[in-house]
């Protein structure tokens, strides 16, 4: 079952099947979103940060 689809779309085996184990390198279009377990470029105190603000907003407004 896990296969179906893969024959006539090859490309998408990977993202249907997904391969067992670590992940140290990810990249879309030439840019790197995931490298050794963290997303750089992003900053995640101010994601924290940012989300706890609007949770605040909605649930005391």
């Given at each position: 079952?896990?296969?179906?689809?893969?024959?006539h779309?090859?490309?998408?085996?990977?993202?249907?099947?997904?391969?067992?184990g670590?992940?140290?390198?990810t990249?879309?279009?030439?840019?790197?979103?995931?490298?050794?377990?963290?997303?750089?470029?992003l900053?995640?105190?101010?994601?924290?940060?940012?989300?706890?603000?609007?949770?605040?907003?909605?649930?005391?407004?």
């Open positions: 079952m896990e296969f179906i689809g893969t024959l779309d090859p490309e998408s085996l990977i993202a249907k099947v997904g391969i067992a670590n992940v140290d390198l990249m879309i279009n030439g840019r790197i979103v995931w490298k050794n377990g963290e997303f750089p470029g900053d995640e105190q101010k994601i924290v940060s940012d989300a706890q603000e609007h949770v605040h907003r909605v649930v005391y407004a």
